[in-house]
């Protein structure tokens, strides 16, 4: 009787401790299942998945079937993006004004606004990002590109920040390249909204005239532009503000706006520009002559819808407040 009790208990240990270790093993495989259902989630969250459908500058629903493998540009803004997404490696073909990044020198170059078209079918680029213009002014071309299976996206153009992000945004979808797209757009939101923190510190502010051009056709920028937008932004008072867009204006009239600082950004063809203002006939009661506060900046960073324009709002917040900004 001891003997089958003794043999009785011992089952139902055995029993007990089985059942525990399927029960601990159950959980242990339910736990791992979960552990890696979760990281294939967030793997899924960060990488960018295909088909995606955009609207583009036109207005357009384009679905894009797969990540491009290849890209031709045909702005340089454009470019300028989809290198800072980290897709440079993909593109194949540029237009003849693209400069930068250096690495754009030894890509095949494709044409300015009149694109050569019979290149860029030849490279048969997966993905070709156009402009409103050859919207507008070549919808046989852009329609030959379909036609030879390239997905076409027209990029709208960009006179605000906000524009810009979603450029930046609209690129990296059609990309692959969402995550890289949203940390560009948070980064120089975060650095413009330093730059306006730093800017409360102005106590007078400065009038600046923008010269876009150099005499004997003096063109300036006035709203709905960057260069008027980067001014407000550092506290500065643009003497072009009344007026919209970009503005022809003679010298007689710029006189009379008698601006605290000077600004040209056409440095890159024309030599030595703040001199040439500096010695202009009848400047000489202007205070930023008087004070010699006339500067040129690289006009691709203060003119060219991508992620440099913060570079360029640094640059002009230096040059006209540097007791503030160039500490």
Sequence with gaps: MKKWLFLSIMVMMISVFTIACGNAEDKATDEKETTLKSEATNEGETKATFPVTVTDGTGEEVTIESEPKTIVSVIPSNTEITFALGQGDKVIGVDNYSNYPPDVEKIEKIGDQQLDVEKILALQPGLALVTEFQHENNPDILKQFKEAGIDVIVIGSA???????NTITLIGQVTGATKEADTIVKEMK???????????????????????SPAPDIFTTGQDTFMH??????????????????????????VTLNPDVIITTYGYYVENPAEGVLNRAGWEEVPAIKDKQVFDVNNDTVTRPGPRLIDGVETLAKLIYPEIFDK
């Design 159 to 165: 006179e605000s920040f906000e524009n810009v992000y």
């Design 229 to 254: 937008e980067m001014l407000e932004v550092i506290n500065a008072t643009n003497t072009a503000g009344e007026q919209k867009g970009w503005v022809k204006m003679t010298e007689e009239e710029i």
């Design 190 to 212: 975060d650095r413009l909204a330093e730059i306006k923190e730093q800017a409360k510190a102005v106590t007078e502010k400065k009038a600046v005239w923008v010269e876009v």
